[in-house]
């Protein structure tokens, strides 16, 4: 069983910033991609952002790019998400998922993640 905790949700004015957390209790973190999901109220969950075991290979939604940056510790067990000029089509639950597939890239695909946290709500007012 591995646990997935998300933390550092907030509200924030537009323009500003916010830094997500995402610990992950697997006992071999440092052999999985992870990714960030996002769900706004009435819409489909949706890919923001992935990270390869390694950290050597990112893929960032269209919407993000540029603007969000995702990381990861190994020694920490936790990968980042540093989520800059926040815009209100920002607002969402925010959530991380580990894919358990040894040495892999990462997806944008839901399917492909094993474990998920709870969310972490990110509001963001204009």
């Known amino acids: 069983q591995v646990h997935v905790v998300e933390s550092g949700g907030g509200l924030v004015q537009a323009g500003g910033s916010l830094r997500l957390s995402c610990a992950a209790s697997a006992p071999s973190f440092n052999m999985y991609a992870m990714g960030w999901f996002r769900q706004a109220p009435g819409k489909e969950r949706e890919f923001v952002t992935s990270?390869?075991?390694?950290?050597?290979?990112?893929l960032y939604a269209s919407s993000v790019k540029g603007r969000f940056t995702i990381s990861r510790d190994g020694t920490e067990n936790t990968v980042y998400l540093q989520m800059n000029s926040l815009q209100p089509d920002d607002t969402a639950v925010y959530y991380c998922?580990?894919?358990?597939?040894?040495?892999?890239?990462?997806?944008?695909?839901?399917?492909?993640?094993?474990?998920w946290g709870q969310g972490t709500q990110v509001t963001v007012s204009s």
């Open positions: 998922a580990v894919d358990l597939m040894a040495y892999g890239l990462g997806s944008v695909v839901p399917y492909d993640y094993d474990y």
């Open positions: 990270i390869s075991w390694d950290g050597g290979h990112t």
